[in-house]
């Protein structure tokens, strides 16, 4: 029994990724064609040369049906995804695991959702019949909880935290303002963000991340085939994944200032890629900050900052574009846009262009660091997903 | 000797101040409150409440049989009392049956659980509606009580006995409601008054007469029904003093329709001392004379939470508010989907959870899964489990946020972390509280509510409210 990873053993060879936004005028499969010829174009492939392919939407459709027909696949494995917001990043980590394993040389994870035809704000779940106990908040209510959890654990004084969780939604919109695919590219000020008009708690519209539609793709082959597609191909070091029991909820000891979820699959994904100084060695990471109480956590969970310590870091421009480490350098879901199936397939695709030196000029991030991580949730707060992962452009 | 055991009066958290009325309208209202019940509250989450007042003040009693009368009922052809048994977790073989439509219900089922046999819960409750601005609506209130009704024994020492009573019938259309209308007709009120204050005399006389007493020897008094002209004037002619009558709550609860004869019953019991003669008379299509008699027991015997506290302990409702909650007013929903009916086959396997509110607690590790789990979250032990009911636990709120976008009948939804004595944590929903004054440290206490409906189906489960700042238990001085 253990967690072995498949370091090295297989690697990105392509990408494409549509813009994320209100695209009223494109449809499901608009945005599944258009994401999945951009991808063949970068690894140089066909459709038929794909051997299998894995579909992740959280509720846009269902079954593989939802991306064969659309690309008319003809008779090839095609499997959907779903994991909560995870549900891109699973899409990979299937292709990538059925690539390792010998059953197939090509294969291509293509995350895609429409999120904006449902005519609500948000996100909204599918609805399963149930016994009508369960909880209807919002995921921000749920995440709303973690700020003054943390500001109280930590002493930091309110006004203080709210400037600290401005600095995070500031940051990823100068981000964002500098990626031609983001869903808002326009920087904000901090007085914006802390006037906006409250949707949870203490979190106003500036500290959720934007919904929006979108689509993104990576092609997997084995390690040693990559240069046959691309000179830069995307090694992938370690695929972690930790689903919790839920009982975070029922259980009094959990506190609210932390994901154990997400601290497990980071732990389990350093070990796999043989990091042990995450700050150090990380060129860059995505993390999900659907929230930005969830961010300002997560650079503890993710060992970026000790416990107690990230809202000092965060203020001191640890995470900026230009700081120590750069956390979200697209944008990340507050600017990006939150397309659920896609966001996972999005993260790779900035780690892949900044790895590369393809990111936008006035966003790349410049640095002798190879590698990178991703981050990506589902749930809230005592019942959470979560995916870590670190690619690099280096073997072994 | 049989009588009641043990009473429980509910009245709803909230009050319209009449003069709130006018303020809007320019005109009607007039002087005082009435009570409201909350958005999430209808006869059923209030029957509930009010019977497990009850319940809590009688320990010992086991009740044989549920009657639930209700001019207001939640469902038709559903039964209304299956929820309450199930809430209060009576065993199956208890019998729920609903007495239903008439204002005249509320007083019949206790009549006839008094005269009857078995050891019978009697709960009334109800809901008044009035169009904006009229009479009803501002007279009105809503409000529940329940009696527990038994032979005298070990478990159930009777603190009020039943003397006897009488009753009269005679059928004029006074005051009528054709089904689904939400606010009731009356005729012009002298008709009424000229038919019910002899046929209220003459069925009092009776009464006493049958039991051997005089009006003389009527130590609390108590006139109810919606015709509040005819109430005034009858209990000004049956010749007993005039401190003998007892408020009748129009002043702060209001007419509270079938459930006001038992809500009124209850607020004198809590007040009273052993061996006084009780003498309760409703109009309705006729009239109905109960008699009562206090025993020793009565000294024993201790209200959970006195009516006159739940009315002291009260918060205003904005007249707005008021009319959204009734269905008068569509204020803009949140955009978000509206809930799903609940399914049937789901909720009926999770009835102890979803009405007792009863999770699991693992016997080797302690450690309580609300809802239940078979598998522990402490120690992984599978089928372990025994029950842990928690609707009577108090408990402390850990955290707590305002969600202004999810959907709710009436947003924002408040929403707690509650941390329950003893172990055990749930996150729920708030009610009955103002959005900003929730705290960390906050003691709260869960009571049954009505979460939303969907395709006419009601979605009944609990939620937290916080515990009134007098507090639980509080023996009300009986001298």
């Known amino acids: 029994m253990g967690s072995h990873g498949i370091r090295d053993r297989v690697a990105i060879v392509g990408m494409g990724c549509t813009a994320f936004g209100e695209h009223w005028d494109r449809s499901l499969d608009d945005l599944i064609v258009d994401a999945a010829a951009d991808t063949f174009a970068s690894a140089g492939v066909t459709k038929e040369e794909v051997d299998a392919y894995w579909f992740g939407t959280a509720q846009s459709g269902m079954s593989g049906i939802t991306l064969a027909r659309p690309l008319q696949l003809e008779n090839k494995p095609v499997t959907r995804v779903e994991n909560y917001c995870t549900t891109g990043s699973e899409a990979l980590r299937a292709a990538a695991y059925a690539v390792a394993s010998g059953a197939y040389d090509v294969a291509m994870a293509l995350g895609a959702e429409k999120v904006k035809d449902s005519g609500y704000q948000g996100l909204n779940a599918f609805p399963v019949p149930g016994d009508g106990t369960a909880r209807t908040l919002t995921a921000a209510a749920m995440f709303s909880m973690v700020a003054p959890a943390y500001a109280r654990k930590y002493g930091v004084d309110e006004e203080q935290l709210a400037e600290v969780l401005a600095t995070i939604s500031v940051k990823n919109h100068f981000n964002g303002a500098r990626n031609p695919r983001a869903q808002f590219r326009k920087e904000v000020s901090k007085e914006t963000v802390l006037r906006s008009p409250r949707v949870a708690g203490t979190l106003g519209v500036f500290d959720c991340a934007g919904v929006a539609d979108g689509a993104a793709a990576a092609i997997v082959v084995r390690a040693e085939d990559a240069h046959r597609y691309t000179d830069k191909p995307l090694y992938i070091k370690a695929l972690s994944f930790a689903a919790g029991s839920g009982s975070g909820l029922i259980d009094p000891d959990y506190d609210y200032t932390h994901f154990p979820e997400c601290e497990v699959a980071a732990r389990d994904a350093y070990a796999q890629a043989g990091i042990t100084d995450p700050r150090r060695q990380l060129a860059m990471a995505e993390v999900h900050d659907c929230f930005t109480p969830t961010e300002l956590v997560l650079m503890e969970d993710l060992g970026f900052a000790e416990r107690g310590t990230a809202w000092k870091e965060i203020l001191a421009g640890t995470f900026a574009l230009d700081g120590e480490l750069p956390v979200n350098p697209d944008g990340g879901l507050k600017s990006f846009g939150h397309p659920v199936g896609a966001s996972g397939l999005r993260m790779f695709y900035e780690c892949w262009l900044q790895l590369r030196g393809e990111a936008t000029p006035e966003r790349q991030i410049s640095t002798d660091r190879t590698l990178a991580l991703t981050h990506n949730l589902g749930g809230y707060p005592g019942e959470m997903v979560s995916f870590v992962s670190v690619v690099g452009t280096e073997p072994g | ?479």
């Open chain 2, 1 to 479: 000797m049989r009588g009641i055991v043990s009473s429980g009066g509910y009245v709803p958290y909230r009050r319209l101040q009449r003069s709130a009325v006018a303020g809007l309208l320019g005109s009607g209202g007039g002087k005082g409150t009435r009570s409201v019940a909350s958005h999430d509250e209808d006869t059923t989450t209030m029957g509930v409440e009010a019977a497990r007042l009850a319940l809590r003040s009688a320990p010992g009693a086991a009740p044989t049989s549920l009657w639930f009368a209700t001019a207001s009922p939640a469902y038709l052809d559903k039964t209304n009392a299956t929820a309450v048994h199930a809430a209060l977790r009576l065993p199956g073989e208890v019998s729920a049956l609903d007495f239903g439509g008439a204002l005249r219900s509320g007083i019949g089922a206790l009549g006839a659980a008094l005269a009857g046999g078995g050891t019978t819960l009697v709960v009334l409750s109800d809901q008044r509606d009035g169009l904006p601005g009229g009479g009803d609506e501002s007279a009105g209130g809503d409000g529940a009580a329940a009696l527990l009704v038994a032979e005298d024994g070990p478990g159930s020492p009777v603190m009020a006995e039943y003397l006897g009573g009488a009753s009269a019938t005679d059928e004029f259309v006074d005051r009528w409601r054709a089904p689904g209308d939400r606010r009731s007709k009356s005729w012009e009120e002298r008709f009424g008054e000229t038919r019910y204050v002899p046929l209220g005399r003459s069925t009092f006389d009776r009464a006493l007469k049958d039991a051997g007493l005089t009006p003389e020897g009527v130590d609390r008094v108590i006139v109810t029904g919606m015709h509040l002209r005819a109430n005034k004037a009858l209990a000004g002619k049956l010749g007993v003093a005039p401190e003998a009558l007892a408020d009748d709550l129009a002043a702060t609860v209001g007419q509270t329709g079938a459930a006001h004869p038992g809500l009124v019953l209850a607020a004198v019991l809590e007040t009273s001392r052993p061996g006084q003669v009780i003498a309760l008379v409703h109009l309705a299509d006729g009239a109905e004379v109960l008699l009562l008699r206090t025993t020793p027991a009565r000294a024993d015997w201790e209200p959970t939470r006195p009516v006159a506290d739940q009315i002291a302990a009260a918060a205003d409702l904005p007249y707005g508010k008021f009319l959204a909650w009734r269905g008068m007013l569509t204020p803009e929903p949140p955009r978000r989907p509206e809930p799903q009916r609940v399914s049937t086959p789901a909720a009926w396997r999770a009835e102890d959870w979803k009405y007792g509110f009863v999770g699991s607690r693992d016997r080797s590790s302690g450690a309580v899964h609300l809802p239940p789990s078979r598998v522990s979250m402490e120690g992984g032990a599978v089928d372990e489990m025994e029950p842990a009911p928690m609707a009577d636990v108090q408990g402390t709120i850990v955290t707590s946020t305002i969600d202004r976008l999810a959907y709710s009948p009436s947003p924002p939804i408040v929403f707690a972390v509650v941390d329950f004595d003893g172990g055990g944590r749930f996150p729920v929903e708030m009610t009955d509280v103002e959005a900003e004054a929730v705290a960390i440290g906050d003691r709260v206490e869960m009571t049954f509510r009505r979460l939303y409906s969907a395709d006419g189906i009601h979605d009944y489960f609990w939620k937290a409210r916080p515990v009134p700042a007098a507090g639980p238990p509080t023996a009300e001085e009986t001298g």
